[in-house]
């Protein structure tokens, strides 16, 4: 149970960028729904084959969560909630042969909820996510820690180029020439290179996705296992 839990914290975590969830477990499936601190992205995943009773709860830091679950062993079960006088889940206890830890929930009313697109845009290019990309994009982002952006350059005449750090004055930049398919126009359209890249680390594990552009500005990737669903939508950056 430890490694799907954890697997599945750390897909929606994206590395600390997510603190505060809530999460709905129901007949073995935990469902979330997440935004990171600055707005950039928003995302909606599930997870199957989770041994917990049903409940609905708020997650305020999740980081002291992932420190909790990493005290106890792989045998790691869930064993309990606890209650307060009015039936109230205040916490959930999971345990392995020998350890045991009790992590507090935070009230669901001090986190955000994060509301579903009214309506999915068109999506004019797409691009294919595979091993070498993503080792690709993780590696460039790392040679510029501080970029904050990648912007994509669209092109009907061959491959399309991904810059990361691209900026209107010289500067250090990494540009990836990618396979795009184009339908329609498309401008020049940035995105948070730091949310992108935490995407793409945390779901290294899959090697076969495509990134989806639109013009109205958001960019959607899907990553699916037999166990875990992710939906990420990156949120377009103006000011570059």
């Known amino acids: 149970m430890k490694e799907k839990l954890v697997t599945f914290i750390n897909k929606y975590h994206l590395d600390g960028l997510v603190e505060s969830v809530k999460w709905d477990v129901s007949k073995k499936h935990i469902s979330v729904s997440f935004v990171t601190a600055d707005k950039s992205l928003i995302g909606f995943g599930k997870t199957k084959g989770i041994e917990m009773e049903d409940a609905k709860f708020g997650i305020f830091t999740t980081s002291d969560l992932t420190k909790l679950l990493d005290i106890l062993d792989d045998d790691m079960e869930f064993d309990s909630y606890n209650y307060n006088d009015d039936d109230a889940i205040t916490s959930v206890v999971f345990k392995d042969k020998t350890k045991q830890v009790k992590f507090v929930f935070a009230d669901q009313k ?131």
Not at 115 to 132: G, R, V
């Open 110 to 240: 001090a986190i955000s909820s994060v509301d579903a697109l009214d309506t999915e845009p068109k999506y004019q290019l797409s691009i294919k996510i595979d091993e070498d990309f993503i080792n690709n994009f993780i590696k460039g982002k790392n040679a510029l820690p501080n970029a904050e952006t990648f912007t994509i350059i669209p092109s009907k005449k061959g491959k399309s180029d991904l810059i990361i750090g691209f900026q209107n004055i010289n500067t250090n930049t990494v540009k990836l020439k990618v396979d795009a398919e184009i339908e329609g126009e498309i401008s020049n359209i940035t995105f948070s290179a730091k949310s992108f890249k935490s995407v793409l680390s945390t779901n290294k594990d899959i090697k076969d996705a495509v990134l989806y552009v639109s013009e109205d500005g958001i960019a959607k990737i899907e990553f699916k296992d037999k166990e875990n669903d992710f939906t990420y939508y990156l949120a377009a950056n103006d000011s570059e």
